[in-house]
């Protein structure tokens, strides 16, 4: 157990656990099952910890004074990648993280803020943050035990400059949940607790959400990141605070030199998109842009026409800076196959759909090409056609 005099030190067990790191956590239960005075449950944690940190949690990966208390919370918390970028609302603040979980987003709060709470109903997780906390050498975060609630009814909130609530996606029998209603702590009925203390409140929400239904549910949301990272939507963070109207929308690619695109969620609609033909470059949106649906906008903000309404793939005759991916247009061509194959020459491809009428399954069935970079095939529909298939190369 983690926590007590006696408890589970991952340090004792270095050499075991690097020596199976790499091993299925389901193969090393089965082996191991039958043996008494081990702490199965304890480097079963750790392994499952260690085997997504090293990819999510790089710094955490490579300090063995970590203990992962149980392996649901390794589902839902923050990457160092997602935490990093939280941080820059905690300058100088006095921060309550009134989810704590895991502690990554207290951790990179106290990076820059003058304190951090972190509160958390969940002893055991309350154990391992102590131990994770002075692994990393903090001082300046303080550990609470208790559930939200309970807690903001006891004064919790008060003197607080901002507030973190990453509630639970988890349904009391395990089923994965995403409508802000279902969710625990109760955010809804929290808010207004919340919001009486004057303090900016951020809520993370799932990737699936529906924007416009969160901010149906939550009119007090005056700004929101949308952010991807590897490729994926990974987090919704609604900001609120009393009196909070007409939201923006940020969507940031946490990954390199993209540029974010910020827009009016309300202004948005307002605006029309512009059409055209397939251009020199091809332009696919980044994940946050997709999850934000902000074609207007970015036929508004950029020098760029759209392909079609439900094909969300832009282009230009100038190659530009842009919140995804650029390509270099190489041929337009029928959706045939001896011409898809002799223009491919033999070379593989990635491809791709977009608004496309036929299964991507079907497609792939009936043209063989094996998968790989630079080149990509778009299987598309045009402002003008039902079907075309779009040969590009990655741009420099």
């Keep these: 157990m983690v926590g007590g005099e006696n408890s589970f030190n991952p340090k004792n067990w270095k050499d075991w656990i690097l020596q199976h790191e790499q091993e299925s956590v389901a193969d090393i239960a089965l082996r ?8 199965l449950a304890d480097l079963l944690h750790q392994l499952k910890g260690r085997q997504i940190a090293k990819q999510k949690l790089p710094s955490w990966y490579v300090n063995f004074e970590v203990v992962y208390p149980d392996g649901l919370i390794l589902e839902q918390c923050s990457s160092e990648a997602t935490s990093s970028f939280k941080a820059q609302f905690a300058t100088d603040k006095t921060v309550l ?10 951790l990179a709060f106290s990076n820059v ?17 102590k131990i994770n906390f002075q692994a990393f050498q903090k001082n300046n ?17 008060k003197d607080i400059d901002l507030i973190f609530i990453d509630p639970s996606r988890r349904s009391d029998s395990g089923k994965k949940i995403f409508r802000i209603e279902e969710l625990q702590p109760n955010v809804i009925e929290l808010k207004e607790k919340l919001l009486r203390k004057g303090a900016h409140v951020i809520i993370k929400l799932a990737p699936m959400l529906d924007i416009s ?8 949301t005056f700004r929101i990141d949308v952010l991807s990272w590897k490729g994926e939507c990974r987090e919704l963070l609604f900001h609120i605070k009393k009196g909070g109207t007409l ?3 940020h969507c940031h690619d946490l990954d390199g030199n993209v540029p974010s695109l910020t ?25 946050s842009v997709r999850k934000a649906g902000a074609w207007k906008s970015i036929c508004d903000q950029y020098p760029v026409s759209i392909l079609h309404a439900n094909t969300h793939l832009f282009t230009s005759n100038e190659k530009i800076n842009f919140p995804g991916r650029c390509f270099e247009l190489l041929e337009v061509m029928p959706y045939k196959k001896e011409i898809i194959l002799e223009k491919l020459a033999g070379r593989n491809a990635q491809m791709v759909f977009y608004n496309f009428p036929e299964e991507p399954v ?9 998968s790989g970079e630079p080149l990509y095939l778009f299987f598309v529909g045009l402002h003008n056609v039902a079907t075309r298939v779009l040969l590009c190369s990655l741009a420099d």
């Design 32 to 39: 191991y099952g039958p043996k008494k005075d081990f702490p």
């Design 97 to 106: 993280d009134l989810t704590g979980g895991l502690g990554i987003d207290s």
């Design 113 to 129: 803020a003058k304190k951090v709470i972190y509160a958390e109903q969940n002893e055991r997780r309350c154990a391992a943050a």
């Design 141 to 157: 975060i303080e550990v609470i035990c208790g559930d939200a609630e309970t807690l903001v009814d006891e004064g919790i909130a």
């Design 213 to 220: 239904e969160g901010i149906r549910q939550l009119p007090e």
């Design 247 to 249: 939201p923006q929308i």
């Design 263 to 287: 827009f009016d969620y309300y202004k948005a609609s307002q605006l029309s998109l512009s059409f055209s033909e397939p251009k020199k470059y091809i332009y696919e949106p980044n994940a």
């Design 362 to 370: 079907k497609v792939k069935k009936k043209i063989i090409v094996k």
